[in-house]
């Protein structure tokens, strides 16, 4: 059954661009698929998420490729503009900061899990002492595990494995409390630097 990379992406705090990545299995057409993906990511950024990010964060971009079941690589592409933004009221996290959002399978091993890197929240949903709140954790899995499972009627979510090409079915999300450092995300941005004279 062919499998479809879903990459969804928007601009940052300080110029940057994030993107995370989700695969999934399916039967369907492309544009099939790739509806599934947006009414997924309405779903998960569109309430929760979006609530939480500060008003610098935004979701626009939604890519979606078909694999070849031989290589691997995209054969096909269906690019959906989105328009999520953030309506947080804190102040926006470095933008190399996320939420870890961890896809487990019935996997043991390192091959049975995933991530996905979400942007941070705005800091009014941090701890004092730097972590992301437990009810705010609790909420987004809640939120991701829901919306999969509406996707699932489409497409399967799954681990995709690029060494023998097959794929896993994702049972459980895990969100970390500890957030996660995307060094990449400020790879667009300038380096500005401050000096002092000796």
């Known amino acids: 059954m062919p499998i479809f990379r879903a990459r969804i992406s928007g601009p940052g705090t300080a ?12 039967s369907q057409q492309l544009s099939s698929v790739a509806s ?3 009414t997924f990511v309405g779903a998960f950024c569109g309430s929760g998420l979006s609530a939480m990010w500060s008003t610098e964060t935004e979701c626009n971009l939604l890519v979606t490729d ?7 690589r995209n054969t096909a592409q269906h690019r959906q503009t989105l328009s ?5 009221t804190g102040n926006a996290l470095s933008p ?7 896809l487990r399978t019935a996997l043991p091993t390192r091959a049975g899990r995933g991530r996905m ?7 009014s949903h941090l701890t004092t002492t730097g972590l992301l709140a ?8 809640t939120d991701m595990s829901s919306a999969l499972s509406s996707l699932s009627a489409v497409a399967t979510p799954v681990i995709f494995h690029r060494g023998d090409l097959t794929s896993t079915d994702v ?19 300038s380096a500005n630097y401050q000096t002092s004279d000796l």
């Open 36 to 38: 599934a993906l947006g």
């Open 96 to 102: 190399r900061t996320a939420v870890v959002m961890g």
């Open 171 to 189: 049972t459980e999300v895990t969100v970390g409390q500890v957030l996660g450092d995307q060094r990449r995300r400020t790879n667009k941005v």
């Open 84 to 88: 999520i933004k953030g309506t947080g």
């Open 117 to 123: 890197y979400w942007p941070a929240p705005d800091d």
């Open 66 to 72: 078909e694999l070849s079941p031989t290589t691997g």
């Open 134 to 141: 437990s009810t705010d954790a609790q909420s987004l899995a």
């Open 15 to 26: 110029g940057d661009i994030w993107v995370t990545t989700l695969h999934v299995r399916s």
